[in-house]
């Protein structure tokens, strides 16, 4: 055990040793490492953010939500217009939220206009004295105003938009009661329905296939769908031709850096052969010279590799302006799992190289000694 441990101290050693008489031999090996992953890093990068981006859009339309929208003459609750939905209330992996949009809109006393909506339902928000609600960003929750709509100027108290009515309203909405919209509304009006499938998002694309198939059973020419299903194609076309360059681009790397480094150690080798030789015949095990020159060729490869992986990243803001990248995509570019989604599997297909291209070594360490030392 003793020998075992003076044999790998006297080599690393030894490397530290030919660094310093060769630096040439480093810093090749550092050199050619750097522009090998520099080049993949920023066409790696290039895809994780793009990836990112996608899924953000997905998020922020709502890759787990199916809308149903659908037009009617006039507003009686009588109707049964909303059993297209009414089926899914049965489901506890659907979260259903509903609303009537009302033709025209609302002015506030803030100045602004708002979208009108109402339900059959009350308004979890209002309250006795405030029977309508203004869901707005824009001002702090719990403000008493007015909004006039529909010819009438009623009190009103501000919320902040929940989440399913940023789906379908990007600006304020004021809802109103129902009772109020059915006595002066005679146009026609709009159901809108958000249905929020719990778990994974490929549940939206089934929901809103089923959906699909009641609106054609039940001839349904005014009900219009609005599902995630084009957008999570789209995100799962650009995973897979991702995955396909993602591998070719570590497969080229590895075998760039295995074709290089065994042209290296070959002409490397032929200058140390006799001195490696010389350590065979003291009794050093051909398997341990040829260790050693595999962690010299690893040691300044993984260093350089994870260095300019880190540094790609970091100066991204900076490098990928410059080749025509939105600035502004960068920010879906989180460094640290980059690193882990990414650089591990970089510098794994690289590691790999290495070690393939000393295999030469390998072969010529077993060479005999006579024949080396004659």
Same mark, same amino acid.
């Given at each position: 055990?003793?020998?075992?441990?003076?044999?790998?101290?006297?080599?690393?050693?030894?490397?530290?040793?030919?660094?310093?008489?060769?630096?040439?031999?480093?810093?090749?090996?550092?050199?050619?490492?750097?522009?090998?992953?520099?080049?993949?890093?920023?066409?790696?990068?290039?895809?994780?953010?793009?990836?990112?981006?996608?899924?953000?859009?997905?998020?922020?339309? =709502?890759?787990?939500?199916?809308?149903?929208?659908?037009?009617?003459?006039?507003?009686?609750?009588?109707?049964?217009?909303?059993?297209?939905?009414?089926?899914?209330?049965?489901?506890?992996?659907?979260?259903?939220?509903?609303?009537?949009?009302?033709?025209?809109?609302?002015?506030?006393?803030? =100045?602004?206009?708002?979208?009108?909506?109402?339900?059959?339902?009350?308004?979890?928000?209002?309250?006795?004295?405030?029977?309508?609600?203004?869901?707005?960003?824009?001002?702090?929750?719990?403000?008493?105003?007015?909004?006039?709509?529909?010819?009438?100027?009623?009190?009103?108290?501000?919320?902040?938009?929940?989440?399913?009515?940023?789906?379908?309203?990007?600006?304020?909405?004021?809802?109103?009661?129902?009772?109020?919209?059915?006595?002066?509304?005679?146009?026609?009006?709009?159901?809108?329905?958000?249905?929020?499938?719990?778990?994974?998002?490929?549940?939206?694309?089934?929901?809103?296939?089923?959906?699909?198939?009641?609106?054609?059973?039940?001839?349904?020419?005014?009900?219009?769908?609005?599902?995630?299903?084009?957008?999570?194609?789209?995100?799962?076309?650009?995973?897979?031709?991702?995955?396909?360059?993602?591998?070719?681009?570590?497969?080229?790397?590895?075998?760039?850096?295995?074709?290089?480094?065994?042209?290296?150690?070959?002409?490397?080798?032929?200058?140390?052969?006799?001195?490696?030789?010389?350590?065979?015949?003291?009794?050093?095990?051909?398997?341990?010279?040829?260790?050693?020159?595999?962690?010299?060729?690893?040691?300044?490869?993984?260093?350089?590799?994870?260095?300019?992986?880190?540094?790609?990243?970091?100066?991204?803001?900076?490098?990928?302006?410059?080749? =025509?990248?939105?600035?502004?995509?960068?920010?879906?570019?989180?460094?640290?799992?980059?690193?882990?989604?990414?650089?591990?599997?970089?510098?794994?297909?690289?590691?790999?190289?290495?070690?393939?291209?000393?295999?030469?070594?390998?072969?010529?360490?077993?060479?005999?000694?006579?024949?080396?030392?004659?």
């Amino acid at each position: 055990m003793r020998a075992l441990v003076h044999s790998f101290s006297f080599l690393l050693g030894d490397i530290l040793r030919r660094w310093l008489e060769n630096p040439l031999s480093f810093l090749a090996k550092t050199v050619i490492t750097v522009v090998l992953v520099a080049i993949a890093s920023i066409v790696l990068i290039s895809f994780y953010v793009s990836e990112n981006l996608l899924e953000a859009r997905v998020s922020e339309l =709502g890759g787990d939500v199916v809308v149903v929208r659908e037009s009617f003459r006039v507003l009686d609750p009588s109707q049964r217009g909303y059993a297209i939905v009414d089926f899914v209330q049965k489901s506890s992996d659907v979260e259903l939220s509903s609303a009537i949009l009302v033709p025209g809109s609302a002015r506030t006393e803030f =100045g602004t206009t708002a979208s009108i909506f109402t339900s059959r339902e009350p308004s979890p928000d209002s309250s006795p004295a405030q029977s309508a609600v203004l869901y707005s960003d824009s001002y702090a929750e719990g403000l008493v105003t007015s909004v006039e709509a529909l010819d009438v100027r009623i009190s009103a108290i501000t919320r902040a938009k929940p989440e399913w009515i940023r789906r379908v309203a990007s600006g304020d909405v004021v809802f109103l009661p129902y009772r109020l919209c059915r006595e002066r509304v005679s146009q026609a009006h709009e159901m809108i329905s958000v249905l929020k499938v719990r778990g994974d998002a490929s549940g939206a694309v089934e929901l809103a296939h089923t959906l699909q198939r009641v609106i054609e059973a039940e001839n349904r020419q005014t009900v219009r769908l609005f599902s995630p299903e084009d957008l999570l194609l789209e995100l799962d076309q650009l995973r897979a031709n991702q995955k396909l360059w993602r591998i070719a681009i570590a497969l080229g790397m590895g075998s760039a850096m295995a074709i290089i480094l065994s042209v290296l150690s070959l002409l490397e080798y032929k200058q140390w052969e006799f001195y490696a030789a010389l350590l065979r015949s003291f009794g050093m095990p051909s398997v341990f010279i040829y260790i050693r020159y595999v962690v010299e060729a690893l040691i300044p490869t993984l260093l350089a590799a994870a260095a300019t992986i880190w540094a790609v990243a970091a100066s991204a803001d900076a490098v990928f302006p410059s080749i =025509g990248v939105d600035i502004a995509a960068l920010q879906y570019l989180a460094i640290l799992p980059f690193m882990i989604d990414e650089g591990f599997t970089l510098i794994a297909f690289l590691a790999t190289g290495v070690t393939l291209g000393s295999l030469p070594v390998a072969y010529l360490v077993r060479k005999p000694i006579g024949r080396v030392m004659a």
